[in-house]
């Protein structure tokens, strides 16, 4: 844990010294991975105490091509995570002013919104049913969502570092791993961040637990798309080493970092914010983050 805080620390160092413009974005963000960081130091010892997923579901989702925790769901921790989420949505609402994070907070903590369920249909990646539940409290989407998800991803990490055994590079699951050929995490079923480019390979990073996976070939993740309407390009000659992948067919694109060291998790999002250029570019170029993948339970 020491390590990882030092680690985002000198990261932040780096790109606030790179990208004075985005100070408050990365107040925010140091704040928010700061919780993450506390969480997940506080998670580990209930986490390693629960039962892993069974070695032989493991292979038969991966086969399947299905994210190995979706379609069951361990006990979430809510009485931990739930004050977790209240004061997430007060550090939204103090750093950048909006008053709907308060709104957000005070709704959780309250008990319109069921803590229980939220951090389930996070769990579950389901968007539209948290969109249902902020509809109905009059809340921000977004806002709400955002909360739910900062708290159930270091659950979600520790819990696919097991079920994929990462510890365990003689199982038969990390040879699975290696055939896995979806653009999705095989953990959680979200979409990548981004990809590392690590001592030849192309590592692909889930947004939301930090797992890393291989992707072969040169296609989109998103639709698979081989020709030319997908392409690979150097926004910036001067920084090769910051690519960016881009289908027309989808109108998706990926952010390609080369690294001198695999980013542990939460850190992954530090990466995602420094590289926040090439977004841009590829916004301003009519591409754009596609919504998670729909998967059938």
Known sequence: MRARRERASARWAAVAHEK????????????????????????????????????????????????????????????????????????????????????????IAGAQVDAAALLAHVYQRDQEAVRHMALEQHLVVDLLWLVGDLVTAPVVYLEQIAALREGSPDSPVREAIERWEQGYCPACGSWPALAEFFYGERLLRCAFCAATWRSAGEHCIYCGTTDAQYRTV??????????LELCRSCGGFLKTLDVELVTPFPLVAIEDLGSSDLDQAALHHGFKRLPLPTLGV
């Open 234 to 243: 150097v926004p910036d000659r001067a920084k090769p080493g910051r690519r």
């Open 20 to 107: 004075p413009e985005l100070g408050r974005a990365l107040d925010l963000q140091q704040r928010l991975i700061g919780r993450q960081l506390d969480l997940l130091g506080a998670l580990g010892p209930s986490i390693a105490s629960m039962p892993t997923v069974p070695e032989v579901r493991v292979l038969h989702a991966l086969a399947d091509g299905f994210p190995v925790l979706r379609g069951g769901i361990g006990p979430l921790p809510v009485d931990l995570l739930r004050p977790v989420m209240v004061d997430l949505a007060r550090d939204v609402a103090e750093i950048s002013g909006y008053a709907a994070a308060t709104r957000v907070g005070e709704a």
